[in-house]
């Protein structure tokens, strides 16, 4: 047996370095589960099996098994009906390897965590934030067989809801990973170091992202990409006047796929307005790296979603837009922080 340290060794470096490993793998995470999700690959696995699910098909029968499986399922026998075994082993992929990364996430943070704990390697107050942050990981889990059962009973397609909060959990992961990645790497510089305070412009800008990524998950989930494939105009309109509102308010805002895809366009201006505002103070504070990354984010991304509207939702640029959601995110938060240690951005 390994004897536990009598006191206290703690090693904020490391912690950093390991968060930041581990956000990588949700950013991987995140694009897999934009692939999963345009190629419908996401009813394929049609059982929660957390451990023996780690174990993919390796016979034919094995296939034939999952195959039949999945045959019982509303997708296939609405929608896929024709789908051969080869098919199917295609869109099996995508979701074998979303849940894998899932298991990979999940071991490559418990394990480091509780080797840290042991060693008495994390310093005071990061204790609950990072058993926190384990929590939310397990939740989330949770949160993405609830959405696939969704799927699973009556209608061929997982609920939209659902699908968002599952997205908007894994933008919180990641997010919440790099900020007490951060903070991590100032203690390591600086002994007696406090975490930074998110400022309030800051605040304001993430509320406004999440809001964003909350229409861009119903986009997802509601094919409402697919609506319109013109732009700055839908077809021949600013707004589409024989859009069918049959929701009522507020669900239209929820339940409308160009309801949907409308806001989603020019949402995305008013956060891209209110991140180069944070941007530019970061320029004011000479943040000029940190400040730049944040600006080419926000034009990438802009750039990347007209771009996914006039492919008709090509998945390889549909891909790299829910991909650069996630490195603006990345950029706002890095941002914010510097911000945020400074004390400016208020």
């Not at 009813?43 to 999952?66: F, K, N, T, Y």
């Not at 060693?119 to 107050?125: A, L, T």
Request: hydrophobic residues 55%.
């Amino acid at each position: 047996m390994f004897a536990r340290p009598a006191e206290p060794s703690p090693r904020p470096a490391a912690l950093a370095n390991w968060l930041t490993f581990v956000a990588v793998l949700v950013f991987l995470m995140i694009v897999v589960g934009g692939i999963t999700r345009l190629t419908e690959s996401g009813l394929s696995m049609v059982r929660w099996e957390p451990i023996s699910g780690a174990i993919p098909p390796w016979s034919e029968a094995d296939w034939q098994a999952e195959f039949d499986h999945y045959r019982q399922t509303p997708q296939y026998q609405l929608t896929n009906s024709g789908m051969t075994l080869s098919d199917f082993k295609t869109i099996f992929f995508w979701e074998y390897v979303h849940r894998l990364l899932g298991r990979l996430i999940g071991l490559a943070f418990a394990f480091p965590l509780l080797w840290f704990w042991w060693n008495r390697s994390i310093p005071s107050g990061y204790g609950l934030k990072l058993t926190g942050l384990l929590a939310l990981g397990g939740l989330q889990g949770a949160i993405g067989w609830w959405m696939v059962a969704s799927g699973l009973v009556d209608v061929p397609e997982v609920s939209h809801i659902r699908l968002a909060v599952h997205l908007l959990t894994a933008f919180l992961i990641f997010g919440a990973l790099i900020w007490v990645a951060l903070d991590l790497g100032i203690l390591a510089d600086e002994r007696e170091a406090r975490p930074a305070r998110m400022p309030l412009l800051a605040i304001w800008a993430l509320c406004l992202t999440f809001l964003q990524f909350l229409f861009g998950a119903y986009v997802a989930g509601l094919d409402a990409g697919y609506a319109f494939n013109t732009w700055p105009l839908m077809g021949d309109e600013f707004f589409p006047s024989a859009t069918p509102i049959d929701e009522g308010f507020p669900r239209m805002f929820a339940d409308n796929p160009i309801v949907v895809q409308f806001v989603h366009r020019w949402l995305a201006f008013v956060v891209a307005g209110v991140a180069v505002w944070l941007g530019v103070r970061g320029l004011r504070q000479k943040l000029g790296l940190d400040a730049w990354l944040l600006l080419g984010a926000v034009a990438a991304q802009i750039l990347l979603g007209i771009l996914t509207i006039l492919s008709g939702v090509q998945i390889d640029i549909a891909v790299a837009h829910q991909g650069m959601a996630a490195l603006l995110l990345a950029a706002m938060v890095n941002l914010s922080h510097r911000l945020g240690r400074a004390g400016h951005g208020g």
